[in-house]
């Protein structure tokens, strides 16, 4: 495992060097290297899991305040599930630094899901002992909340979807999309939407993707239509 390597690669500087060795550290190298009184990452993985949930919950109330209650506890759900996490691991190439064991290297034990999620986790946990909260908040919204999105985290909320057939069984009307503006820099850009019903038009909330200020959109045409509906 090359620790400079990794440290240069996400911009951090560690003090305890073991400590973020131990973060990947698979059990299965632990058992193939007794006596060299070497570490698992497994209690890490405990203490990663409730720092994750605790910064993915102060990004959502800070951040997101058009986010109902119901919807940040949807979506941190997405977040912090395994599939997030694997996906998050991935895009760190966190796999290339795993410690395993023969037989776990052999059987692809890089690539397996629970793996990568694990790592993360306690790659986490061992950033919040060593440079404590802050920074490991600042490791997240640096790598991990610009990939955050309603729309790829929530599809099965899918306001596009219900307003069509909210539309169609009470009016009969046609639904359109456009997008009216973007903001911000060109690495960084967040998009507003309208979405037309016949000739009334909503106007969505600031998107960071184009499919979420269409979904954003929808919401806010549903709120407004709904209750002349019911």
Do not use: W
Request: aromatic share 8%.
């Amino acid at each position: 495992m090359n620790i400079l390597e990794l440290e240069k690669q996400l911009n951090l500087s560690f003090t305890n060097h073991s400590l973020l060795r131990q973060s990947f550290t698979h059990s299965s190298y632990v058992n193939e290297h007794q006596g060299s009184h070497l570490s698992d990452n497994e209690r890490l993985e405990f203490l990663g899991d409730a720092v994750l949930e605790l910064a993915v919950s102060d990004y959502l109330y800070n951040q997101r305040k058009d986010l109902a209650e119901g919807e940040m506890t949807k979506l941190r759900a997405a977040i912090v599930c395994e599939a997030s996490l694997v996906n998050f691991a991935k895009s760190l190439e966190f796999g290339r630094y795993l410690l395993l064991g023969k037989g776990e290297e052999q059987t692809g034990g890089r690539e397996r899901p629970a793996l990568l999620a694990d790592v993360f986790e306690s790659f986490l946990g061992a950033l919040f002992l060593d440079q404590g909260f802050d920074e490991a908040l600042r490791f997240l919204e640096t790598h991990i909340f610009p990939k955050i999105s309603i729309a790829d985290f929530l599809g099965e909320v899918d306001y596009k979807s219900q307003l069509q057939e909210a539309v169609q069984q009470s009016k009969n009307a046609s639904v359109s999309y456009q997008i009216i503006s973007d903001v911000g820099p060109s690495h960084n850009k967040a998009f507003i939407a309208e979405v037309t019903i016949n000739d009334d038009t909503f106007r969505g909330e600031i998107g960071r993707t184009k499919k979420e200020a269409e979904q954003r959109a929808a919401k806010r045409a549903l709120d407004r239509i709904l209750p002349s509906l019911s």
